[in-house]
């Protein structure tokens, strides 16, 4: 019963009907005419063989289809996981060389392990720590780098780099070189997907398509420009004028292999790993938690780690590269009526097939295309309108974003993603650290008490009563401590300090620390420390250490019966 | 008046009078036989020749005297921060050569200008980052390395090592070579310190002396000891049997000098002058802090920064090491009387005396007893009992500090410090991450509304209201998304949810966007999204993003209301 739970297959499968099949095989027919151009681009964008895409869309899909618990998540290569994958693996090898190519597979191995036991151990809280400026800033910075690196395929020039002003700086260098055919190929076609996306799915509409059909159509664009562009360069012989096309790919199923378990490289690639893995992560729970919610389903992100971790793992074996759920992918997987994640299985079938028997065919796919095919889905996660919302609702919160998006456009995905995380982690950490406190008066005639400077009520110069707005813990123990001494030092009658305690959750042994400081101090000035409306497991807690025994006052259950017993 | 903050001695300076002046001198008087051993004995511990101790217990007392906040504090070498500054050099340069004092003051100034800096900019809220249990645990281990670190000054052998293990092993290798005066007069020393300290205040209090002079006598216990051990090894001139002694000091005051600036040993020493600086922040305010309260005085965390960072400085450039006020010397200052930090500026005084004229006589003080005044000093560190007291109160706080501990003695300060920090903060980020929640109901005929599960309360299967008893922010935003797409799974009549937001004080980007995307997931599903008890600040914030106009429902002010709306 137990186990079960780690395989959700056990929960569709066997109330598996032949209109959920059709379903889920229409969605995989789509999705494969989808998927092949995207397999072929991201491995490009990663530095890899093109096949590699293929391969990454196989095992993975089979093996989510077993693990995972979104219905209709789409998992196999995307666009910014290929670019961390190549700054990564590009720190331990040369692009093109089959120590990139083991460096690659180590990554994706060391990303399986990690989401899988992640997900075993309940870890999927860690990925909190991608707030959301962080992760949109990213995401969007890194959508600026890939179009940039895209840009050596559409002119057919030499440019490297991982980060922009490299980038730019190559590109300017190398812009004489440009080959006129490849340049006009990759123009075209990136007009034909942006008017293909901006316009075609109206027009097909208007001309008489259902609004289903031409949305479907729309999203198989990029299978046209291949098509097209491979025809072209064969027919013209292109190649041969300095096109770069794909090449020969060797067809077949992808070998399966271990990859090399060498400590040396695993130490320098974990860091990689981690960040593909939380990245990957974010993204594939916010695409599957939403499509869930459309059809009231709810997927477990705990087991969307194991799901996507044994996916890593299939790609790991299977000579492929890491994966993770895409976005536009899913969505089309969606709204094309999958039902199951079988109709992911059916989609690593169709690329069988393409692996089998469609590799011939794209020899003459100039790499200009699949330039193009990056350059449009990566531009759609540049999101400014983001980065302004973040701007007009918290300086703090934007301050965050812009240091993401600054430092990965400047120095590089990881140093990025690093930055932004410790930067909102270090903001969490300044807002908490003064909590919201104030000095309370009883409202007359009440049992009510209120701000003594918002609201006019009764005071006492040898009391004090102190509300703290917000769990104690480390980050405001010493806070606390200062707030008292403040107040000890310009209220110099003080008899009584009570701190009312009713919006404290939590006190942890810093906070424990620091009241215990602050009675031994009141204690030396002769001030009485109680406390009121203390909730009960932060009670519990304080009644294990015999917190009580050492203070110097009383602990009353309201805040009136400490007026009351203090006032009498 | 704006700069006269910068410079407390202009609150005190002005009102100083005759008895003041008396009080001050005679607690210099004190603290400065208690300073002079335990200063050569700090800049041994930290691997430099022993004058170097007296010159940083100069100019950084005359400056915190001028700068700093506290009115007893007494600053200078301290055994922890020694030990940091050791570690830190270490990895740049051999002890004993130029390079390596080199390094230490380049250590002491990054130290300086960080405290400064973050003093200006109002930083200190960044100690906060080590909570209790971390620099309890730091301390305990450094306490316990620093004790082992010295066994072969009591034995007369050559061992080294930064951490336990490597200490460990090396005296077991070289104890076959101890020398035996070497180590009679160091466990002589060590018994006899031992011995004052346990119980020598009780004897002389037995024999007729006041309690506060018997104090007093027994804190000048450590110059007894060397004056004695000195003593014995000149007239029986051990130092040609093997007993290592101070030998020749240069007598006369430290030259002035610019440290070098070398960006890449800079760069080499930034985080071990930053970690200095935060354990020496944190432990000078908490002695500050509690000595101020015994007279219901004050102190100013970011002046203290200042005031450190100042002393630092003048240390930089007067071949000093890195200094911060010490536990032990500050108690005795406070209890000898001293009334403003005057008292600091003549120990300043009393050093340079020390330092010009007595030099001459400790030639001969052994290694042995500087040894022994250091066991006696940390072994007072180590707090077994903080740990047992964190173990009772809460096992989360006791696994950050137990690693630290583990990690500071298996694989150094730095490692011990960071790990102990990062883990402290994910603690923080997991117990907020899943914060209290509870669906709430009606209590009849009242306007109460309580937890579903704990009280008998009205509902309604049209309706839940949600109420989370924490702040909204990137760590538990996603919490929120699930909590909500496993009510909306589970109540499958849901039309309409409350949000009841009285315990949320504030709600950053992530949070916003969690809302954002459930009140789309909402309104797929056909559920309106209300909010109810929205607090002042939080409704602001979230009115200048116009979160609210496109929420599928009604913003209520209190829980009621809403109840009777949806219920009407």
Redesign the interface.
Known sequence: MNLKRFFPITEWLPQYRLDTLNQDMLAAVIVTIMLIPQSLAYAMLAGLPPEVGLYASIAPLILYAVFGSSRTLAVGPVAVISLMTAVAAGQLAQQGTPEYIGAVLILTLLSGLMLTLMGLLRLG?L???????VI?GFITASGIIIAASQLKHLFGVQISGHHLPELLMSLIHEIQHTNTPTLLLGLASLLFLYATRAGLQSLLVKIGLNHYLAGMLTKTAPILAVVITTWITFHYRLDLQGVAVVGQIPSGLPSLSLPSIDPGMWQQLWMGALLISLVGFVES??VG??L???R????D?DQELIGLGASNLGAAISSGMPVTGGFSRSVVNFDAGAQTPAAGAFTALGIIFATLWLTPLIAYLPLATLAATIIVAVLSLVDFKAIL??Y???GS??SA?LATILVTLGAGVEAGIIVGVLL??LI?????????SAIIGRVSGTEHFRNIDRHSVETNPGIAILRV???L???????L??RV??L??HQSELKHLVLACQ?I??I???A???LE?IN???K??DICLHFAEIKGPVMD?LN??KFFDHINGRVFLSTFDAWKYLTH
């Open positions: 809280f990925a909190n720590f991608l707030s959301h400026p949109s729970v916010s938690q939403t869930a919610a459309k009231r389903q709810r997927i992100p919302h973040t007009h609702y918290s919160d934007f974003m909102s982690i969490h950490l300044y807002r908490t650290s003064r909590p919201h707005d917000e769990s813990y480390f980050a405001n123990a010493r806070y401590e200062d001494a403040a000890v030092k919006a959750n939590h942890d042994a810093s424990l620390e620091s400081t031994e101090r009141l030396e000035a807690r294990n250490v």
